[in-house]
């Protein structure tokens, strides 16, 4: 019979082991909140110390023509109403709204706005 402690340290190096080999499946990023920003997103709402991007999408820029950025912090008064008229616009102009749970370097804000894809022409 083999100990119960040499058992439980077989067991434990598995699921280590299994652990490394599913490693890479988790390494590689998928979604909106990439590095590089393959979506597109715009922070909602937008704050004064950041500037536009200069590849922004269009939504991006309507939405910040539509509702000045602010220099409010999440969870002030001041920063829920700009919140709720942004993320409006974003829908209302065929936009998805994207909450950010993770706090990354290239994407600080709460909330996101991931403007439509364009449609392709056919010819």
């Not at 998928?30 to 997103?41: A, F």
């Not at 509702?67 to 974003?90: H, R, W």
């Not at 936009?95 to 022409?121: H, T």
Request: charged share 20%; with cysteine; proline share 13%.
């Amino acid at each position: 019979m083999i100990p119960s402690i040499i058992k439980g340290m077989v067991l434990v190096f598995g699921f280590i082991g299994a652990g490394f080999w599913s490693f890479p499946a988790f390494a590689e990023c998928s979604g909106c909140l990439c590095p590089g920003d393959p979506c597109k997103l715009c922070p909602l709402p937008a704050q004064i110390g950041d500037p536009p991007k200069t590849d922004e999408h269009e939504l991006c820029a309507r939405i910040r023509a539509k509702v000045p950025p602010i220099d409010a912090q999440p969870g002030t008064n001041e920063y829920f109403p700009s919140l709720d008229k942004s993320v409006m616009i974003c829908i209302s102009e065929g936009g998805d709204v994207i909450r950010n749970r993770q706090k990354l370097a290239e994407f600080p804000s709460r909330v996101y706005c991931k403007p439509p894809k364009q449609p392709k022409i056919q010819n």
